[in-house]
């Protein structure tokens, strides 16, 4: 089953006005599309800078670009968040997508920070 794309209701309600049939959710779209504004048929949210960011479905294959890609270097998911958007980008599953390519990442897993603690908390030998 494929997912439901995130940007359809925002796009029926700023387009032709049209709200969920579910109350919360209706609120929740109007509430949300204040941020919306649609151009040349494609949406995209401003930013608080005032920056439009496109919107997209997913954007993993552009978290994994930027992670790994030729000028790429192994970040956290945060970062990687965050250069996505500064680079324009907007979707809303975005820190969870960035944590999956980050978790999936065999390089980062290499060089994660490595835990200097033993497994188990240490015995204490009395000398007798």
């Keep these: 089953m ?3 794309d995130w940007r359809e209701p925002l796009l029926d309600f ?5 709200l969920p049939p579910d109350k919360t959710e209706a ?5 949300r599309a204040k941020a919306f504004v649609i151009i ?15 919107c997209i479905f997913s954007g993993k294959a552009i978290l994994q670009e930027i992670h790994v890609g ?15 958007f500064r680079q324009g980008f907007y979707w809303p599953t975005a820190v969870a ?7 999936t990442c065999e390089g980062y897993q290499f060089y ?17």
């Design 14 to 18: 700023l387009r032709h006005g049209k």
């Design 2 to 4: 494929a997912a439901q």
């Design 112 to 128: 994660a920070r490595q835990t200097h603690l033993p497994a188990q908390s240490l015995q204490t030998i009395l000398i007798t």
């Design 40 to 54: 040349d048929d494609l949406l995209y949210k401003s930013s608080p800078s005032g920056v439009l960011q496109k």
């Design 70 to 84: 030729i000028c790429g270097h192994q970040t956290t998911a945060r970062t990687l968040v965050g250069k996505a």
């Design 97 to 103: 997508d960035a944590e999956e390519v980050v978790r």
């Design 27 to 31: 609120r929740r779209t109007a509430h």
